[in-house]
């Protein structure tokens, strides 16, 4: 539905950080901002620096063609939650000058111009204030007649000229010139592109009710968008509460237990202030500051949700992992990730075995340590000792080398139960009591006959191999030649032996 030409549209301030994924990239990615950076979503484009603009990249281009036209583009995923995360502190500084901020989107707010303009002595004058509190960061900000014309103003503000003001009653003047494309409906853009209509002016000169004729409720809104008369109002958001625990130690601790002694009440009201909102954390993020600037800053995962004395623990873990040379003189604690409670609640019997398996480990992980319990995960690589990686109970599995990537010369499934690293020493010989071994073409100079492992002598029943395995044949000091064998003793057990230059080693053992 349209509003009435009299109807009084509310004046909307608009504050518009350009290109805010690449810049939220750089603030914790550490990439330079300066340099030509493009992220995208889906293999297109949706954000880029200014250096990788003057190269020709731009919105919607393909990975291919953005790095055809800047070969030195340095590409990112992008990752709504890191922009939303960065720009989070920057609305709450926002709010403290002026509250009732409304989140349009990471990078995008909106706010009622009339409290602050009377607040600071005018609109000039509230947004200067407004673009000073943002200090370095790159930040354009409008006022105008809704916040649409308020958007488009900012989005057309200079560098050197970063305050925009429309006046009242001047938004369809300045919004005519525009092409109907801001208006970021691509079949609307479309189907006026094909009746000649190009500008906002064009869209606003057509009768409204011949445009709902064509395309309806969502027609006539955007023909009262592009004849400034946007009468949505500011929705101001709910700040978040601040669940955030910082304990300050003056003087400084050395001790790992005195601090963690001294973190138990912030551990309680941290995990009371989750409760009293429904919530749990799931993710923890815990930074320690030491008396020499030191910082140590860690995410911390739980398969469940934390209580106070996970979160206890989860600090002097830090603190006996991160080998900080000072004492300690702040501990932060912060949410990374929550989940509502009611997730998380026990049924009227229990949780079953797998709550009682969590809570036993936990336990015992308290007692010997962050690493004192762990569970081994399959990742990648050609060695078994490679592949086997062991993952302190409660983290995420973090594999320096992916599974899914190809692996020749790597051993299929069903992989040894058992994985001996390093790999024990054992010898093969054949039935004269010679040693075995692999010649130039992978040709055995005699049938193994016996295993002798750890000073046991075992005869071999059945045997299989070799697969030879090659590696970094390029490089000449990491270059390794080996072949694998797979062979069962008399006692029917399957071991996987390793021949390399010469010496045999037994990598598993297949239980």
Not at 68 to 73: D, H, M
Not at 83 to 107: H, K, N, S, T
Not at 271 to 276: D, F, P, Q, S
Not at 385 to 405: T, Y
Request: proline share 9%; charged share 25%; net charge neutral.
């Amino acid at each position: 539905m349209s509003t009435a030409p009299d109807t009084p549209v509310p004046r909307t301030l608009v504050l518009w950080l350009p290109d805010w994924p690449v810049v939220a990239l750089a603030r914790e990615a550490g990439v330079d901002a300066a340099a030509p950076v493009a992220v995208l979503a889906k293999g297109a484009v949706v954000a880029c620096s200014a250096a990788a603009r003057a190269e020709g990249v731009r919105r919607g281009q393909r990975r291919r063609d953005a790095q055809a036209r800047c070969p030195q583009l340095t590409v990112a995923d992008a990752d709504p939650t890191r922009d939303q995360r960065v720009f989070a502190p920057l609305i709450a500084r926002i709010e403290e000058l002026a509250p009732g901020v409304q989140l349009m989107r990471a990078g995008l707010c909106a706010l009622r111009a009339r409290g602050p303009a009377r607040y600071y002595g005018g609109e000039d004058r509230a947004a200067h204030t407004l673009r000073d509190a943002m200090g370095e960061t790159d930040t354009r900000i409008a006022i105008a007649d809704g916040p649409f014309t308020a958007e488009q103003a900012a989005r057309r503000a200079l560098a050197d000229a970063p305050v925009r003001i429309v006046p009242a009653g001047e938004s369809a003047a300045f919004l005519a010139p525009l092409p109907v494309s801001v208006l970021d409906e691509p079949d609307v853009v479309d189907l006026l592109g094909r009746l000649g209509v190009q500008t906002l002016g064009q869209f606003a000169a057509l009768p409204a009710e011949r445009v709902g004729e064509r395309l309806g409720e969502r027609g006539i809104r955007l023909h009262s968008l592009a004849a400034g008369r946007d009468s949505r109002p500011v929705l101001p958001r709910t700040p978040p509460p601040d669940l955030d625990r910082e304990v300050a130690f003056e003087p400084p601790l050395e001790i790992a237990d005195q601090v963690a002694f001294a973190m138990r009440v912030a551990a309680e009201e941290f995990i009371g202030a989750l409760g009293a909102i429904d919530l749990v954390c799931t993710e923890l993020r815990v930074q320690i500051t030491g008396d020499r600037a030191e910082n140590s800053e860690r995410v911390w995962l739980h398969p469940g949700s934390f209580t106070a004395a996970e979160v206890v623990d989860r600090v002097r873990w830090q603190l006996a992992e991160a080998g900080l040379r000072s004492a300690v003189t702040r501990v932060r604690i912060s949410p990374e990730t929550v989940d509502a409670a009611a997730h998380h609640v026990r049924s009227l019997f229990g949780g079953g075995p797998d709550e009682r398996v969590h809570h036993a480990l936990s336990r015992v992980q308290a007692m010997l340590g962050h690493r004192g319990v762990v569970t081994p995960v399959v990742g990648g690589g050609r060695w078994l000792s490679e592949r086997q990686v062991l993952v302190p109970w409660g983290d995420r599995p973090v594999l320096a080398r992916p599974r899914e990537r190809p692996w020749p010369g790597s051993l299929p499934d069903p992989l040894p139960s058992t994985v001996f690293d390093p790999p024990r020493p054992v010898a093969v010989v054949d039935s004269d009591g010679d040693t075995v071994a692999v010649g130039d073409r992978d040709a055995l100079t005699a049938p193994p006959a016996v295993l002798v492992e750890s000073g046991r002598r075992r005869r071999i029943d059945a045997w299989a191999g070799p697969w030879p395995v090659r590696e970094r044949g390029w490089d000449a000091a990491r270059a390794r030649r080996a072949h694998r064998f797979q062979v069962v003793d008399a006692e029917q057990s399957a071991w996987l032996l390793v021949c390399e230059a010469g010496d045999w080693s037994a990598e598993g053992r297949y239980d």
